[in-house]
């Protein structure tokens, strides 16, 4: 199990970050092919398919192109942030030019503060690829902000199966999107407002199919059960574990506190329009 804890002030705006993050490759398989970013105010989860091979160099290649992408420091746009996971796309499927009956691909999900707008405001920008998530908490509610891309979503959108038959579905695993499986990668994209005390949950379906989101809103809320030294993500995957540990299991916390003396307005992210040509990743909201 690999685990850190670290703070991060970003001055402009002014946010000061609390994160964590774990991973572990869990009770069943033998490589981890999940990988994982740290870079504030970048956070990356990414989810590898394709065996020994290729699965754990799918999503490694992901990291690998973010990290080059933000060698200057600079906060990202919107526009930059679709760049790179186009990048990616491109990376990941150079790796079977040479083997094409070769499986590889990845899942992404991610979270950062962009800058929108001719006059800069900033903003958190959620996306994703595949079933890894990104989740919000406000203290007292668990919201999924992506919806996974997967035949099981599908099959709630349309009503045909309930949340509890989606738990045991047969196809519970069929991702219907992932990068490195075509020429081109279709992502979603979320603008969120920033401001006042926020956190954020990352993590690989290694969690999500061994806890439902009322087991995770409860270790988020109880601090208390945190043993000496013990962090929120580490918590997570300690009981992704103890639930079954059936796949690789990656989770990354991230806790934001505005820095402004004065508290933001309550918004909703419908507020904040996404450019014109990026409106069209904006993700269905699920039923």
């Known amino acids: 199990m690999t685990d850190a804890e670290h703070e991060f002030v970003l001055t402009s705006p002014g946010i000061r970050m609390r994160f964590s993050s774990s991973s572990d490759r869990g009770k069943v398989r033998t490589v981890n092919e999940d990988s994982m970013l740290v870079a504030p105010p970048l956070f990356l989860v990414a989810d590898g398919m394709g065996g020994h091979s290729f699965g754990d160099r799918a999503s490694q290649q992901v990291i690998?192109?973010?990290?080059?992408?933000?060698?200057?420091?600079?906060?990202?746009?919107?526009?930059?942030?679709?760049?790179?996971?186009?990048?990616?796309?491109?990376?990941?499927?150079a790796l079977t030019s040479d083997d094409p009956d070769a499986v590889c691909g990845t899942t992404l999900a991610g979270i950062t503060v962009v800058e929108v707008g001719v006059e800069p405001q900033?903003?958190?920008?959620?996306?994703?690829?595949?079933?890894?998530?990104?989740?919000?908490?406000?203290?007292?509610?668990?919201?999924?902000?992506?919806?996974?891309?997967?035949?099981?979503?599908?099959?709630?959108?349309?009503?045909?199966?309930?949340?509890?038959?989606?738990i045991a579905h047969p196809h519970r695993n069929v991702i219907t999107r992932a990068i490195g499986v075509g020429a081109e990668v279709d992502a979603d994209i979320w603008l969120l407002p920033l401001g006042g005390s926020q956190t954020f949950l990352l993590c690989s379906d290694g969690l999500s199919k061994e806890l439902d989101d009322d087991l995770i809103a409860g270790i988020l809320a109880d601090v208390s059960k945190l043993a000496t030294g013990q962090e929120l993500a580490d918590r997570l995957v300690e009981a992704a574990l103890a639930a079954g540990g059936t796949d690789n299991v990656t989770v990354v916390v991230v806790e934001a506190q505005s820095l402004d003396t004065e508290r933001l307005e309550e918004e909703t992210s419908d507020r904040y329009a996404l450019p014109n040509h990026l409106e069209q990743t904006r993700p269905r909201k699920r039923k």
């Not at 746009?77 to 996971?85: H, K, N």
């Not at 007292?140 to 902000?145: F, P, S």
């Not at 891309?149 to 199966?161: F, P, R, T």
């Open 64 to 93: 690998e192109t973010f990290s080059r992408g933000i060698e200057d420091g600079s906060v990202l746009t919107p526009d930059r942030v679709v760049e790179l996971i186009n990048e990616s796309n491109t990376a990941v499927v």
């Open 122 to 166: 900033h903003h958190w920008m959620a996306f994703n690829v595949g079933d890894s998530r990104v989740y919000s908490w406000d203290g007292r509610r668990l919201e999924q902000v992506t919806v996974d891309h997967s035949a099981v979503q599908e099959l709630l959108d349309l009503g045909e199966i309930s949340a509890e038959e989606a």
